[in-house]
């Protein structure tokens, strides 16, 4: 994730109090108004630098503001920007100040008091400013209107007006080189504000989070985008609680108890509760064991239960059950330093953790994202291990398709193929076999007596569908990608989508081919046609030839005999496209091991893309609406990060289960065929030795346009032969009769479908055959 990625509330309220000053201490000025303003800080007098910050006492703020209004020359006016971030600072310590109010209510503590006197303070003065820029706009705030965070991105970014008339003589203006900066002097309540906004934005994420697999469980929503939105709202909390903990108010406010006292409310919302599960654990750990515990040691756990009708030491004791198992399982990892295919920002921090059996050295974020993990368990309850079940039907496919490559490529060999793309195939079939269908670490030797009872079989990643869910997100990347390379590299998706565009518009076809549609639509007719489809049979074989990457002399008749089949232009074929934004973000995570970057322009393509995306579940907002917020401003909030990745990941779930070595197979089959049906045709015009080898196959459709292209051809020396027309004919006769078999047409759409969360629910009800069959009618 890039460092700047997703503003945060405190980030914001800091911008937008420095831009309110700022603007308050220069048009006050400009009013001949007298401004104190303390001694410059953070000033860098590098040449490199070129800004300054002062800081104005709270007190002058409503002196500021009178001077404005009540100023005749110059006239200023009041730009709708400025009262847009008084409302937004305003709302924000309301927010903060109810939040003390209520703590002080239960804890009556000192420096709770303090704290929201200080809060109400602020308010007062900001609120007395508003009053007096424009009194309809308190009236307006005080009726409840919030204000939208899409406004405060454009208040941010707007450059203020010159104020009407002329400036004072004896005030000359700034000169442009100047850049000073103004902010409100420090009060009491700042730091404690800045400490509230990151428990508050934690919790934004841990509530948006909840949402995600809420929706889940109802079907609204696949595994693998709730995982990877689950994994990314993790780095967000982690690269906040770096920023964090290094801040001195973090430091004093953390043994202040400004936040108030031990109020279970107050533990759940700075998810107390989990840090100390998590600290209690490790005190104990021995740095080469793994615990053991009996089972039911702490209780038994009844996930079919209703948690919402138990008591708080009811739900305690359910999340300690759930906490110590998993961390035992953690703990086993630790001690055999296993690498899993896939790691989550979780599963990282825990295992640092029991590395190092030292509470002192745990990541600040862990227990933050351990809670996440509770909080899911606490949505699904019993239905925690259904993620694990798709990861295993996932590793099911996997593994079918790779052994279908295996067989049916066995004699059929491409020069160009290395045989590390063979090896990377293998690699796919043994993570999906030894991950998913076999449970590894129940295999995994341990320091523990062989009396220790056993744990259920693929408990963590029954219990961790975070952890499920990217492993099945790794594999089906990683069968796209083999998929993909495949096709590329013997050109029979591509070669067979023109021939299939031909047949349509100039050979009588009227059979559907509905994967070769799709793969059109995925990745476009200007990439795979080199512009629209082509309709004229004088140009097939140019843009098949430009595509192929050849001359025209390839297809000439009466060739020379011998030489090369294909004569190739030096900046070779076209192919599918290998990259979409949800790819080019999230496989260097994923696959690579590395950081997936969330900038701005990441995440715009990605919700561009997720706009016109084929879904298999509905957007939970209007994509397009959301497109046109974020684009105006400077960056993404953590809960548009989060819902962007979200409805990115979910616009990509049919691409991303779509099988291409099917498709491949398929198509190499049509072309089979069409050598073989074509064989008393074509060596008659183009000569006997005009397929010589498998990896030539997909020229056949050359040869077939070269006939198409001479028989549309008025002014030509060879008059057109009986022979020419029969060729177009039999080819569309042969497609045509490949396709009225229902699986070569739209196999791997149904399978696609029927592989994705809106199928698994009627996949419980219906054999794959029968969903087969009624798909098929859809498509």
């Known amino acids: 994730m890039a460092p700047n990625a997703g503003w945060n509330t405190y980030r914001l309220y800091k911008e937008g109090t420095t831009k309110l000053t700022t603007w308050l201490v220069d048009n006050a000025l400009r009013c001949r108004a007298e401004v104190q303003t303390n001694a410059a800080r953070h000033t860098d007098d590098s040449a490199a630098s070129s800004k300054s910050k002062y800081t104005v006492p709270l007190t002058q703020f409503v002196a500021m503001a009178n001077a404005i209004v009540n100023s005749a020359e110059p006239r200023i006016r009041i730009p709708q920007n400025i009262l847009t971030l008084v409302k937004y600072i305003i709302s924000l310590r309301k927010h903060a100040a109810n939040f003390f109010t209520k703590m002080a209510s239960n804890t009556a503590t ?85 400490v509230f906004a990151f428990f ?83 005190q104990v750990l021995h740095p080469h064991t793994v615990p053991v515990l009996k089972p039911d040691h702490f209780g038994v756990y009844r996930p079919e239960l209703d948690r919402s009708a138990m008591s708080q030491e009811e739900q305690q004791v359910e999340d300690l059950i759930v906490t110590m198992n998993l961390l035992q399982e953690f703990t086993k990892l630790s001690r055999v330093h296993v690498d899993l295919p896939v790691e989550d920002e979780l599963t990282w921090g825990i295992r640092f953790l029991t590395d190092t059996c030292d509470a002192r050295q745990m990541p600040m974020f862990t227990g933050f994202a351990f809670q996440i993990l509770l909080d899911i368990h606490n949505s699904l309850r019993d239905h925690i291990g259904h993620p694990l079940t798709e990861l295993q039907n996932t590793a099911r496919r996997a593994v079918a398709i790779m052994d279908d490559y295996f067989r049916l490529s066995e004699h059929a060999r491409l020069g160009t193929w290395a045989p590390a793309n063979d090896e990377v195939f293998r690699m796919i079939k043994e993570t999906a076999e030894q991950w998913a269908l076999e449970d590894t670490i129940a295999k995994i030797q341990l320091p523990v007596s062989r009396r220790a009872p056993k744990m259920e079989s693929f408990y963590l990643l029954k219990n961790h569908p975070v952890l499920a869910g990217l492993l099945m997100f790794q594999l089906n990347l990683r069968l796209q990608d083999a998929g993909i390379t495949l096709c590329n590299a013997w050109r029979s998706v591509l070669y067979t989508a023109h021939l299939y565009n031909a047949l349509r518009q100039s050979g009588g076809l009227n059979t559907p081919w509905r994967d070769i549609e799709y793969i059109i639509e995925t990745h476009s007719a200007k990439r795979l046609f080199v512009g629209a489809p082509p309709s004229e049979p004088s140009d097939y074989l140019k843009r098949f030839i430009y595509v192929l990457g050849g001359s025209a002399s390839t297809f000439a008749r009466d060739r020379r005999q011998g030489g090369s089949l294909v004569i190739m232009h030096r900046k070779g074929p076209r192919g599918l496209k290998t990259t979409t934004p949800v790819r080019d973000v999230f496989q260097p995570r994923y696959v690579g091991r590395d950081q997936a ?43 548009q990060v989060l819902h962007v990745v979200r409805e ?52 056949i459709i050359g040869y077939i346009f070269r006939t198409m292209s001479e028989s549309d051809h008025v002014a030509r020396s060879t008059p057109l032969t009986l022979e020419d027309g029969n060729i177009v004919h039999a080819a569309t006769e042969i497609t045509k009769t490949f396709l009225e078999d229902g699986s070569n047409a739209h196999e791997g759409l149904v399978y696609a479908k029927i592989y994705t969360s809106a199928g698994a629910y009627h996949i419980s009800r219906d054999t794959i055959d029968q969903l087969v069959e009624k798909m098929g009618d859809e498509w």
Not at 141 to 157: M, Y
Not at 246 to 275: K, M, Q, V, Y
């Open 648 to 699: 990115g990941m979910a616009g990509e779930e049919h691409h991303l289960v779509f099988n291409y070595i099917g498709l491949h197979f398929r198509s190499f089959q049509l072309l089979r065929k069409l050598q073989t049906q074509l064989s008393g045709h074509l060596p008659k015009i183009f000569g006997s030795n005009y397929i010589e080898h498998d990896s030539e196959l997909a020229s």
């Open 200 to 282: 508050d934005d934690l919790n934004s994420v841990r509530e948006y989070i909840s949402g995600v697999w809420v929706d889940y469980a109802k079907g609204e929503l696949d595994v693998m985008s709730a995982a990877v939105t689950t994994d990314t709202g993790f780095r967000i909390i982690k690269d906040k609680c770096e920023a964090l903990m290094h801040t001195p108010a973090f430091c004093e406010i953390r043994d202040s108890g400004t936040l108030g006292g031990d109020t279970e409310a107050l533990r759940d919302w700075t998810c107390a509760n989990a840090n100390n599960m998590l600290i209690s654990f490790v």
């Open 110 to 194: 000192a420096k709770v008091f303090e704290s929201n006197i200080a809060h109400r303070h602020f308010i007062m003065i900001l609120e007395q400013v508003l009053n007096i820029l424009d009194p309809s706009s308190l009236k307006a705030q005080e009726s409840g209107n919030g204000t939208d965070i899409s406004n405060v991105f454009s208040a941010l970014a707007i450059e203020e007006p010159a104020p009407e008339g002329t400036a004072p003589p004896e005030l000359p203006p700034r000169k442009s080189k100047d850049h000073v900066d103004y902010e409100p002097g420090s009060d009491d309540s700042d730091q404690a504000f800045a």
């Open 597 to 639: 970057v969330l900038s701005k322009a990441n995440l715009t393509a990605m919700l561009s893309v997720a706009t016109k995306a084929r879904r298999t579940s509905s957007p939970s907002e209007d994509l397009e609406t959301l497109h046109a917020q974020v684009s105006n401003q400077s960056d993404f909030t953590p809960a």
